[in-house]
């Protein structure tokens, strides 16, 4: 990389830094930390220590868990604006909404949710009048599910307040950050999709045939 390009892009990372800082003041001790923390490309040990003592892989799946409960609430206080009563019911509205007619079962696993409570929330949703029941022009013996013209009404008018959830939950990151972690995030729902519609949830057998 030529010195020019180095300095620019040091310089970017440098007012990067200083937006996500909330006081607006550009402190250097956190800014090479992160720079660290960005461009080390030294690999990690396997079972690698942080600083609490815990594995890296148990410090991720703990912030993960962290992150999907601050959505959550995130959500929830701004689907009260909304007809939604829960989050899933907005989300199983949404993603109907999004792909049009399908199977519960099938819905039900683009949703990566438990059968019988995705089961609950469907049924829940045709009774509120939210989704409707089909014949499945493909099989006679089964039947699709379908957002109604008034759960299209009613789930428009909330992807208008929801969509403040997501962009709270990624405020401190730039758009590079968040490119960056959307890569990793669609590479680890890709690997975990393929074991979770094949119904294979051992976490012994998937690292053995991840080895």
Same mark, same amino acid.
């Given at each position: 990389? *030529?010195? /020019?390009?180095?300095?620019?892009?040091?310089?970017?990372?440098?007012? &990067?830094?200083?937006?996500?800082?909330?006081?607006?003041?550009?402190?250097?001790?956190?800014?090479?930390?992160?720079?660290?923390?960005?461009?080390?490309?030294?690999?990690?040990?396997?079972?690698?220590?942080?600083?609490?003592?815990?594995?890296?892989?148990?410090?991720?799946?703990?912030?993960?868990?962290?992150?999907?409960?601050?959505?959550?609430?995130?959500?929830?206080?701004?689907?009260?604006?909304?007809?939604?009563?829960?989050?899933?019911?907005?989300?199983?509205?949404?993603?109907?909404?999004?792909?049009?007619?399908?199977?519960?079962?099938?819905?039900?696993?683009?949703?990566?949710?438990?059968?019988?409570?995705?089961? /609950?929330?469907? *049924?829940?949703?045709?009774?509120?009048?939210?989704?409707?029941?089909? &014949?499945?022009?493909?099989?006679?013996?089964? *039947?699709?599910?379908?957002?109604?013209?008034?759960?299209? $009404?009613?789930?428009?008018?909330?992807?208008?307040?929801?969509?403040?959830?997501?962009?709270?939950?990624?405020?401190?990151?730039?758009?590079? /950050?968040?490119?960056?972690?959307? $890569?990793?995030?669609?590479?680890?729902?890709?690997? @975990?999709?393929? @074991?979770?519609?094949?119904?294979?949830?051992?976490?012994?057998?998937?690292?053995?045939?991840?080895?």
């Amino acid at each position: 990389m *030529k010195i /020019e390009k180095a300095i620019q892009l040091l310089v970017n990372e440098a007012i &990067a830094h200083k937006e996500t800082n909330k006081s607006g003041v550009f402190e250097m001790e956190s800014f090479v930390d992160s720079l660290k923390k960005k461009y080390d490309t030294t690999p990690n040990k396997k079972g690698l220590l942080t600083h609490d003592g815990r594995t890296i892989d148990q410090q991720i799946i703990t912030h993960l868990g962290r992150l999907g409960r601050y959505a959550h609430l995130y959500l929830k206080s701004a689907l009260l604006q909304t007809n939604f009563t829960t989050d899933m019911d907005f989300a199983f509205t949404a993603i109907l909404h999004q792909y049009g007619p399908m199977g519960k079962t099938d819905l039900i696993k683009k949703m990566v949710y438990e059968k019988s409570s995705g089961m /609950e929330i469907i *049924k829940r949703l045709i009774k509120n009048g939210v989704f409707e029941q089909t &014949a499945n022009p493909k099989d006679k013996r089964s *039947k699709l599910v379908n957002v109604t013209e008034k759960g299209a $009404r009613e789930v428009v008018a909330a992807y208008q307040v929801a969509d403040i959830a997501p962009k709270v939950v990624s405020l401190p990151l730039s758009d590079s /950050e968040k490119d960056t972690l959307l $890569r990793l995030l669609l590479k680890m729902d890709d690997f @975990h999709n393929v @074991h979770f519609l094949s119904g294979e949830d051992d976490p012994h057998k998937i690292l053995t045939d991840k080895g």
